[in-house]
């Protein structure tokens, strides 16, 4: 076998959803072969009258591959279908080669519920590795599915999982009349059950997540000003941030949730202000002639990051929440803006230009070293999983703008694709959500 | 208010330029300008009246002979500075604003696709602001016009190329009562 056959660059792995909101259609473009075997047998569920309206192995068969850690097993290539441990031959699943297998089985429960049970085992130890009884309804099996594909990846990689999360995003497309929409939605982290949370005749941009996950904030041009709103996720009810005269854009919550950092131009040029939430006042934190725009807090709320191109092109520098002077943090390149933190704080995912091409990079901040992440030629608004393994930014894609992710190694790629209209400014949700 | 109305017609009637965008309704209602036959074309009024031999009977910001009938100009990649063919368009608008205290216009500016999308807002108040400096220096007062960022947001075309990225980067002078 060639080296490069080994390397087995091509997964091509492609789950074509339909949900009933838009649905976003993820394809695998790029995995690589250290990626584990694992096998996930369908779940039995011959007691439930009527049958389940999710296949449940299905999706943690889909949320494992797209992490771009594991290789799930074709099911064509099962020899069996065990449901439980007592099934289970280990000897069948070594001779397929596989690492771990998934088996389960779901039960009827009291009041039309349902019990979903699990096992997790390592097929050449055979040894059970981890089990679970999880309670869910008909309406929660996917969600139920998800919180199985974070327990079996956190036991695996020793990371938490970030299949439960969720994602915001903008597209606008033509509406009925022919003039364009704009709105901004939010989809499970694989782009099931998309619901749009504002639709506008102006353009929506910069969604921004509350550390909790229960509302997002966003600028809206409706009435042609740029304003800044906040919006509960669950009732819809959004309040309007008081609005300066110029741009009133780029929120970003602190890690605490009392202050949210923006970007103002009241007082002259684009500058950085937080507005603390209790006291509801606004303090300015940037003071230059140059454009400084693009906050965002470094996970122990102590620093911003911004851009700003008072060095005459956009570069990344960090301050102080507190007020100080502005440390410049990139030197690589003559472009680089839209920076943010990765979970723990040890490194920064920006916009980077390189022979003309916008492209991901991120920067390790002890050594200073740069990679490029992504391979596009116009690919912005990065966004970090809220466990550090993947990217979600923005591509081209012909003449559309289309939602990609990679690991954040660089080695897994893939591309979610939203029937009819551009998405863009993929925001990435928090672990905990209301 | 009524005072103020009356200062601002004044204030048309002593400029040589006509139709102050305020008075449209009313020299419509007089029906002047529907003699000739010769209305302007998006049903706005229809004024005439410069004996000078211009014989365009529109709307002065619809003269094809006026700079003031050029209402985008455009920038170079990453500048904000405004290119010297443009600068009569801006002298002309910025004397139109001079000249007719009631008349406002939106500074609308706009970036191409390249790079983040908040500091694409942040250059395009920079075109916008460039512009209406320009303007101000003209006479324009500061509350007749009114910079607004777009940023990348709305393109006028589609399309990953030069000449795509050249005609969005743009400033849009927009009269609302126009």
Redesign the interface.
């Known amino acids: 076998m060639s080296k490069l056959k080994r390397v087995g660059l091509f997964l091509s792995l492609i789950l074509s959803f339909s949900a009933w909101g838009g649905a976003l259609k993820i394809e695998i473009t790029q995995g690589v072969s250290s990626a584990q075997p694992i096998a996930i047998v369908p779940f039995s569920s011959d007691q439930v009258v009527g049958g389940l309206l999710v296949d449940i192995a299905q999706v943690i068969s889909d949320d494992l591959a797209r992490s771009g850690r594991f290789k799930p097993l074709s099911r064509l290539d099962m020899l069996s279908k065990p449901s439980s441990s007592e099934q289970v031959n280990f000897r069948n699943w070594q001779a397929l080669g596989q690492d771990n297998l998934v088996v389960g089985k779901v039960l009827p429960a009291s009041n039309g519920r349902l019990t979903i049970q699990f096992q997790l085992f390592d097929v050449y130890k055979g040894e059970q590795l981890t089990g679970f009884s999880i309670p869910a309804s008909q309406s929660g099996l996917r969600a139920a599915a998800h919180r199985i594909s974070d327990l079996i990846y956190e036991k695996l990689t020793g990371q938490k999982g970030a299949f439960s999360t969720r994602i915001a995003y903008v597209t606008s497309m033509p509406g009925r009349t022919g003039a364009v929409e704009y709105k901004i939605q939010v989809a499970d982290a694989d782009g099931f059950g998309a619901k749009t949370i504002v639709t506008s005749s102006e353009p929506v941009m910069s969604p921004a997540w509350s550390p909790r996950g229960d509302k997002l904030s966003y600028v809206s041009y409706e009435g042609r000003r740029s304003s800044i709103y906040t919006q509960t996720l669950r009732s819809g009810q959004r309040e309007k941030l008081h609005s300066f005269k110029g741009i009133n854009g780029a929120p970003a919550w602190s890690p605490d949730a009392s202050q949210l950092a923006l970007t103002l131009s009241k007082d002259g040029s684009a500058d950085i202000y937080v507005y603390n939430v209790i006291t509801r006042s606004f303090r300015r934190l940037t003071r230059s002639y140059a454009i400084d725009t693009e906050p965002s807090w470094s996970p122990d709320g102590r620093h911003i990051i911004f851009t700003s191109d008072r060095g005459g092109k956009p570069q990344i520098y960090r301050i102080p929440v507190s007020g100080g002077k502005a440390e410049r943090l990139t030197f690589e390149g003559v472009y680089n803006a839209r920076a943010s933190y990765s979970p723990d704080g040890k490194r920064i995912i920006m916009v980077h230009r390189i022979n003309g091409q916008y492209r991901i990079a991120s920067l390790e901040l002890a050594t200073g070293f740069t990679s490029i992440l992504s391979n596009g030629s116009l690919d912005e608004s990065p966004s970090y999983a809220p466990n550090g393994s993947m990217i979600l930014y923005s591509t081209s894609d012909g003449l559309k703008t289309i939602l990609a992710a990679v690991s954040s190694d660089g080695k897994v790629h893939q591309k979610l694709r939203l029937q009819g209209g551009d998405v863009r400014e993929p925001a990435w949700s928090p672990f905990k959500q209301y | 208010m009524k005072t103020y109305q009356k200062l601002l017609a004044g204030l048309c009637l002593s400029s040589a330029l006509a139709g102050c965008s305020m008075l449209d309704g009313d020299e419509q209602a007089g029906g002047n300008g529907a003699i000739d036959g010769t209305n302007g074309t998006n049903g706005g009024a229809s004024t005439s009246g410069l004996s000078d031999g211009n014989n365009f009977t529109g709307h002065p910001l619809d003269n094809p002979a006026s700079a003031l009938s050029t209402k985008v100009i455009y920038f170079a990649f990453?500048s904000h500075a405004v290119e010297p063919q443009y600068e009569a368009v801006l002298a002309a608008h910025g004397a139109y604003l001079a000249a007719n205290a009631g008349v406002a216009v939106?500074v609308e500016g706009h970036a191409d696709?390249?790079?983040?999308?908040?500091?694409n807002?942040?250059?395009s108040?920079?075109r916008a602001k460039t512009v209406q400096n320009l303007l101000s220096l003209q006479g324009a007062s500061g509350n007749q016009t009114?910079?607004?960022?777009?940023?990348e947001?709305?393109p006028v075309v589609?399309?990953?190329n030069e000449e795509s990225w050249r005609l969005n980067r743009r400033v849009e002078l927009i009269y609302p009562a126009h």
């Open positions: 990453d939106i696709e390249r790079g983040s999308r908040e500091y807002v942040a250059l108040e920079k009114e910079a607004v960022a777009l940023g947001e709305k589609l399309g990953h």
